[in-house]
């Protein structure tokens, strides 16, 4: 670390600088990592706060070679770590931006043959061998004669033995199955012993999805000609964890098999995308803690459809969320108004009854197209099923408004088209209040599709943000132009009193959705 006394022992020895001939004493020091790059690196005490520690720790000079200030270091400004420009080098490069002149350095160390550009891969083995048993045998046998044997393809697959004692005791358990471990040399046929190590489990879940595409074949891992109909996978969920071991192994093995023409893509998946973690008081979940929430106690006391809307409702999928038993309440009672409403609309004779106020009619018909449009627009790809949610809690809340305005007819529609868009997060409920309302199966119903012509609007509601915050709403024709909405936004009244008479120095509109007015 960088507060770290540093330590270190001096070689005697120097090393010549290729671009100027200068003579570089040669230290060993614990804070180097040897497996950064090849383990001996340049210091640069000026501009790194471990090489600048160690350098006065041995009383070494330090050069400044980038221009730039470091309030918290020295009475120079050291060490300063951002970028700036170069000094205290060859005439031809001092003034240039670090960052600019790096190509032009190499390209004339190469020029002058004192140097090249080399990409350096910060890779190492992979250790796949693991002393338990549940895991994929090693399929090498070990004899007297012949050393080391891989095991013949056509002896393969080795399969696990059965065994009554799964625990290690100084060895794999494997070793403990001694009919197994001992077999004969698949090259000169004496006595051999089999590998008693298993394979890392990230070794079958590297390939385990191109399986999937043929899990029945018995002949191959795989059949070429459906793996180019299924490869790649479309889409990948998972947990961030996995993007530094699963997935790069998996790109490894895709990779590697491409090469080798048994694939015929090099990228296993095509699309990405890694959801957050739900947490409870700011922390992760864990029995240690003491503050897991059980998922049964939630069900049992809310039910199933209203445990895992919440889950679906907590926040943004790609971001962690804080679990709240209030907030499972809040869902609770929303699906709760969704069939309330629906028994008490199914009650009615939508037939014979009035046919309600024109205008709220529309509204509630503009509405539920909207969430249409919304909830579909939202689970397509992003997985945005918080603002899904939210936009069905919308519509619940216009029909309640529009309970005794809107036409009976209406109000089927708008509870018919909530329950559709709410069926994949709470099938139970969302199915019983579409059948009270139709008679039919919710399941056996296409997705709805909004029309079009419903999504249209002759106005709409404007937000206007001073600096970024929302201070005021107003309502704007859909086909006003730039500078009307502008005009508009600062004629809002109380746009006009976070203005105090300010002249703004940006007005930052977004048509259809904002205006940001920017004062100092």
């Known amino acids: 670390a960088a507060e770290r006394e540093k330590t270190g022992v001096a070689l005697g020895r120097t090393v010549t600088n290729p671009v100027n001939g200068e003579q570089i004493p040669v230290f060993v020091a614990d804070y180097v990592l040897m497996e950064y790059g090849t383990g001996a690196i340049m210091a640069v005490p000026a501009h790194d706060e471990r090489d600048y520690a160690f350098a006065k720790a041995f009383d070494l000079p330090i050069r400044r070679v980038i221009e730039g200030d470091n309030p918290d270091g020295d009475d120079d400004g050291l060490p300063y770590g951002g970028d700036g420009a170069l000094v205290n080098s060859a005439a031809q490069f001092d003034g240039r931006p670090n960052r600019d002149a790096l190509n032009e350095i190499v390209v004339w160390l190469e020029s002058e043959g004192k140097g090249k550009l080399a990409v350096n891969y910060r890779l190492r083995d992979w250790l796949i061998s693991r002393q338990r048993y549940w895991g994929c045998p090693i399929p090498i046998v070990r004899c007297a004669e012949c050393g080391i044997v891989p095991v013949p393809n056509d002896q393969l697959p080795v399969l696990l033995p059965v065994i009554e004692d799964y625990a290690p005791k100084g060895q794999s358990p494997l070793a403990a199955a001694t009919d197994w471990v001992n077999t004969e040399c698949p090259n000169c046929g004496g006595p051999a012993e089999r590998e008693t190590d298993t394979m890392d489990t990230f070794v079958d879940s590297s390939w385990y999805f191109l399986r999937y595409c043929d899990a029945s074949n018995s002949e191959a891992a795989w059949d070429p000609a459906i793996l180019r109909e299924w490869m790649p996978v479309?889409?990948?969920?998972?947990?961030?964890?996995?993007?530094?071991?699963?997935?790069?192994?998996?790109?490894?093995?895709?990779?590697?098999?491409?090469?080798?023409?048994?694939?015929?893509?090099?990228?296993?998946?095509?699309?990405?995308?890694?959801?957050?973690?739900?947490?409870?008081?700011?922390?992760?979940?864990?029995?240690?803690?003491?503050?897991?929430?059980?998922?049964?106690?939630?069900?049992?006391?809310?039910?199933?459809?209203?445990?895992?809307?919440?889950?679906?409702?907590?926040?943004?999928?790609?971001?962690?969320?804080?679990?709240?038993?209030?907030?499972?309440?809040?869902?609770?009672?929303?699906?709760?108004?969704?069939?309330?409403?629906?028994?008490?609309?199914?009650?009615?004779?939508?037939?014979?009854?009035?046919?309600?106020?024109?205008?709220?009619?529309?509204?509630?018909?503009?509405?539920?197209?909207?969430?249409?449009?919304?909830?579909?627009?939202?689970?397509?790809?992003?997985?945005?099923?918080?603002?899904?949610?939210?936009?069905?809690?919308?519509?619940?809340?216009?029909?309640?408004?529009?309970?005794?305005?809107?036409?009976?007819?209406?109000?089927?529609?708008?509870?018919?088209?909530?329950?559709?868009?709410?069926?994949?997060?709470?099938?139970?409920?969302?199915?019983?209040?579409?059948?009270?309302?139709?008679?039919?199966?919710?399941?056996?119903?296409?997705?709805?599709?909004?029309?079009?012509?419903?999504?249209?609007?002759?106005?709409?509601?404007?937000?206007?943000?001073?600096?970024?915050?929302?201070?005021?709403?107003?309502?704007?024709?859909?086909?006003?132009?730039?500078?009307?909405?502008?005009?508009a936004a600062m004629a809002a009244p109380n746009v006009q009193v976070h203005l105090e008479g300010r002249v703004p120095k940006k007005v930052i509109v977004v048509p259809g959705k904002l205006v940001n007015i920017v004062v100092g």
């Not at 071991?245 to 098999?257: D, E, S, V």
């Open 234 to 487: 479309d889409q990948y969920i998972g947990g961030v964890e996995h993007a530094i071991l699963h997935l790069l192994y998996a790109r490894f093995f895709c990779k590697a098999l491409a090469d080798l023409g048994h694939l015929d893509v090099d990228e296993p998946f095509a699309r990405l995308f890694t959801q957050g973690m739900i947490t409870r008081d700011g922390a992760k979940m864990s029995k240690s803690r003491g503050n897991v929430v059980s998922p049964q106690a939630i069900v049992d006391r809310y039910g199933a459809d209203s445990a895992r809307a919440y889950i679906l409702f907590i926040g943004a999928p790609d971001q962690d969320a804080d679990w709240s038993d209030e907030g499972v309440e809040g869902v609770h009672r929303f699906l709760s108004r969704l069939w309330r409403l629906s028994a008490e609309v199914s009650d009615q004779d939508v037939a014979g009854a009035p046919q309600g106020d024109e205008a709220a009619n529309l509204e509630l018909i503009r509405k539920a197209n909207w969430a249409i449009d919304k909830v579909t627009g939202d689970m397509d790809r992003r997985f945005a099923f918080n603002t899904a949610i939210a936009a069905v809690m919308e519509l619940i809340n216009e029909v309640s408004r529009l309970r005794e305005s809107a036409g009976l007819e209406a109000q089927q529609f708008a509870l018919e088209t909530a329950s559709s868009l709410c069926f994949p997060f709470a099938p139970h409920v969302t199915t019983d209040a579409y059948h009270l309302l139709t008679g039919g199966r919710l399941w056996e119903q296409p997705w709805p599709t909004a029309d079009a012509a419903m999504l249209e609007r002759d106005s709409y509601e404007l937000v206007c943000q001073v600096n970024g915050k929302v201070r005021d709403r107003v309502e704007v024709a859909s086909d006003a132009s730039r500078e009307e909405l502008e005009a």
